[in-house]
T-cell receptor, first 111, second 112 residues
């Protein structure tokens, strides 16, 4: 079974703080994704990566950056957190064009 | 503009009935379509995949149809149970395999 883990289930940060969200997968999948999920808006893609050190912007990359130094780890960085970045953040992996496997999510609150 | 619409935000049905959820899309040409289940506070979990050249797929009490002319997928849960209560998301996988687009989901509640 594919396992995707995220560093925290719940996180509370203050405006202006730098925030790191980490995602680790154990199945050697090339593709990894970061989404945010907000009520009524569904899943929106922030960034994705199809290989180590490769990254591509998704639909809403502003205010975020990512890092993929190792195949199994994909980090999402909020350089200076703002209240409108309060959301549920979901990491996912995929092998080729197949199904996506999601982590449990991190509920981030920015005060 | 491109849109994915799932029939309603919430659907309530009685235990034992068939739940039917709808996913309509506009200005997309998906290679295939997937359905996911999401429980509160959890990540989505894959349920079923149907390709553009397939009309219907079944898995236990689940059935998915895909009509590329109508640009619609229907997701059925037969003999529904309270444990089926969750949010169900449809996702289009476009010909560029790295592009997957999700609907906002339908929250299904099955009442005993």
């Amino acid at each position: 079974d594919v396992k995707v883990t995220q560093s925290s289930r719940y996180l509370v940060k203050r405006t202006g703080e730098k925030v790191f969200l980490e995602c680790v997968q154990d199945m050697d999948h090339e593709n990894m994704f970061w989404y945010r999920q907000d009520p009524g808006l569904g899943l929106r893609l922030i960034y994705f990566s199809y290989d180590v050190k490769m990254k591509e912007k998704g639909d809403i990359p502003e205010g975020y950056s990512v890092s993929r130094e190792k195949k199994e780890r994909f980090s999402l960085i909020l350089e200076s957190a703002s209240t409108n970045q309060t959301s549920m953040y979901l990491c996912a992996t995929r092998l080729g064009g197949d199904t996506q496997y999601f982590g449990p999510g991190t509920r981030l609150t920015v005060l | 503009s491109q849109k994915i619409e799932q029939n309603s935000e919430a659907l309530n049905i009685q235990e034992g009935k068939t739940a039917t959820l709808t996913c309509n899309y506009t200005n997309y040409s998906p290679a295939y379509l997937q359905w996911y289940r999401q429980d509160p506070g959890r990540g989505p979990v894959f349920l079923l995949l149907i390709r553009e050249n397939e009309k219907e797929k079944r898995k236990e009490r689940l059935k998915v149809t895909f009509d590329t002319t109508l640009k619609q997928s229907l997701f059925h849960i037969t003999a529904s149970q309270p444990a089926d209560s969750a949010t169900y998301l449809c996702a289009l996988v476009l010909y560029n395999n790295n592009d997957m687009r999700f609907g906002a989901g339908t929250r299904l509640t099955v009442k005993p």
